[in-house]
């Protein structure tokens, strides 16, 4: 049964990048928004992406996350050059926003459905893959040649499935591969508290891991290795936010810069 679900899932997502490369998409390097003096904020609400605090399309309530992003982030606004790597993006919207927000910037992109896809550029390299799959992560890196010329990524936002599973696989994966003083970012990661259906292990949510690493209290995970435990427990700094909803939670983990 698992190898039949593993071929529809193939041939699903083949299916779904074949479809990707004829979809119209909006080119945001042509783009004649003026970005000067704006916020990300701005930028989240012209591309439509519900990190704003508002949503364009409906003018509904969004997150709220802007003005935790630029907290954090607006350092990087003067590197010459940043990479950026977010696990599930959607529209590309949130992508876009951060191109333009960060000048020197290129964003890789990971998502199971690129169909949603509906902006492109020069610097937004988007792949349709499982981003909890170690297979298909693996062979990313290496067709982006990874290992010998990024090495590293200064940002990393898990904007995902929302699935404990799939959150706890991905940072026990990529936290490796953050810069010193880059951030690791979970977005809506307390929905496995939240939403039974998302809770779909045994082991630590990711709120009760980062409560576990700010009291000093040893813990174990079965998706969690000591190692990444330890890179936790020494080398982070942990910040916890709630944007506009019941159900918005935020947290950037910051790997700290050794001097």
């Known amino acids: 049964m698992n190898i039949i679900q593993d071929k529809l899932n193939f041939f699903s997502l083949f299916k779904r990048n074949f479809l990707y490369r004829f979809k119209k998409k909006t080119n945001i390097d042509l783009d004649d928004v003026n970005v000067n003096g704006k916020t990300l904020d701005d930028l989240f609400y012209y591309y439509g992406t519900d990190k704003a605090n508002y949503i364009k399309s409906n003018n509904r309530i969004g997150h709220g996350f802007s003005k935790f992003y630029e907290t954090h982030l607006s350092k990087f606004k003067k590197k010459n050059k940043i990479t950026i790597l977010e696990l599930g993006s959607y529209s590309g919207a949130s992508a876009s926003a951060f191109l333009k927000y960060f000048p020197n910037s290129e964003i890789y992109c990971l998502d199971i459905n690129l169909l949603n896809i509906k902006y492109c550029s020069k610097k937004m390299h988007v792949f ?105 427990n020494n080398n982070t700094n942990i910040f916890e936010y709630k944007g506009n909803g019941k159900h918005s939670d935020i947290v950037f983990f910051e790997k700290k810069a050794i001097s």
């Open 128 to 232: 349709g893959i499982n981003s909890s799959d170690p297979k298909s992560i693996n062979k990313f890196l290496t067709n982006i040649n990874f290992y010998e010329k990024i090495k590293n990524f200064d940002i990393i936002i898990d904007d995902g499935s929302h699935i404990q599973s799939d959150q706890l696989l991905n940072l026990n994966f990529f936290y490796k591969f953050i810069n010193e003083g880059g951030f690791y970012i979970i977005e809506d990661y307390k929905f496995p508290k939240y939403f039974k259906h998302l809770n779909d292990v045994n082991d630590l949510r990711i709120d009760e891991l980062i409560k576990k690493i700010i009291d000093k209290d040893y813990f174990s995970s079965k998706f969690i290795s000591k190692i990444t435990i330890d890179d936790l």
